[in-house]
């Protein structure tokens, strides 16, 4: 009978080395994967015991022709405003809370206020001239660079359409004469300007034609018109509820209704896409996270998406209330969440929730230092 012959020691030398090889990188694979998830662990949990509490900070809330400053201690309390203000008008607060900028719509012109001081007399501050188009001007967008610079975007509202870009650097309580920078009429409707006054987005509406459905574009380019990309492209001609831009201008929130929000970056790159998505939105100070809700009805959560990392923490929020604000503190230490006439500040890396003692109600102007003079 035939047998088989043994394997040559040599060849059976190398299979069980091989094993052995496989064996141990699948142990090493096995054991850095535990360290890892580990640290992890370890790291999101100190987050969460270890979250420093935020700086003293007042939450500021227009609610109609009225100003209301909040924190979390105490009641709220009303800042003194121009008469005359109207709930038409629109605030817009530098960060240091020391300014403020108020857009007056106007059908024979918008216009565009600096008010330095509660209870002040606000200034006039020039729009651009003729030389540039006839106007009436329409203020599309209005941002504080920084503490002493502000980019407004205009569109002329006549036959000619064409956009400006106005800068105007503020020294104390005097504006340094504005500098104006021609846009030209592009393509689609100027819709919204990166707070570092770089980007600008425009609408694009393509009317439905025969079978086809109408289409709405969102396009983004530099300022200097360099670069044009496409940043969202969706079926249906109704504009979008939000285009809000990161500080760095580098990442973009589209909410649209019906759609949910869709978040991109600059280059029109998708980032994330949040099919129940819904305003209210709002980037870190530093552009590292963006807070944002999702949900409906009674049912709601509160995400915060890290930029960087493009990791997704979902929160409970404090309320079945529909969410009515949302903001940072300036040191993005914490949350500020509105539902109802009620205000919670929340830890983004535990979750964990404190209501402020103030009732108030209306949509939030900023959120800035306690002592800062629109702070009181």
Partial sequence: MATSAPLPGRVRTRWAFGLLN??????????????????LLRLDDSDGRSAPPPAPYRVLVQHGSELWSAGPTGQAQAVPLPSGMTSQQTLRLSPDGLKMLIIEPNAGGDQLLLHTAPGSAPANLSLPPKSLNPGPWHIVAATWMDTHNVAVLLEGRGPSRGGVLAHYSIQGSTVVSPTWLPLGSGIGQLAALSPDAQHVARLETKPASGAFAGQTIVRLSQISGDHPTVAFRYLGEMPPEALLWSPDGGTLAIQVPGL???????????????????VPAAFSPRGASLAFISGSGLFWQVHVLNLHGEIDSTLVPPSNGVPTLLGW????????????????????????????????????????????????
């Fill in 22 to 39: 496989i064996v141990g990188l699948l142990a090493v694979i096995a054991a850095c994967a535990v360290l890892f998830t580990m640290y």
């Fill in 260 to 278: 949910g929000l869709e978040i991109r970056k600059s280059s029109g790159r998708p980032v994330r896409e949040v099919v129940d998505g819904a």
């Fill in 329 to 376: 503190t300036p040191d993005a230490r914490a949350l500020i969440y509105g539902t109802g006439n009620s205000l919670w500040q929340i830890d983004p890396a535990s979750g964990a929730s404190t209501r402020l003692p103030a009732s108030v109600s209306g949509s939030l102007v900023g959120i800035v230092p306690a002592g800062a003079p629109f702070a009181r």
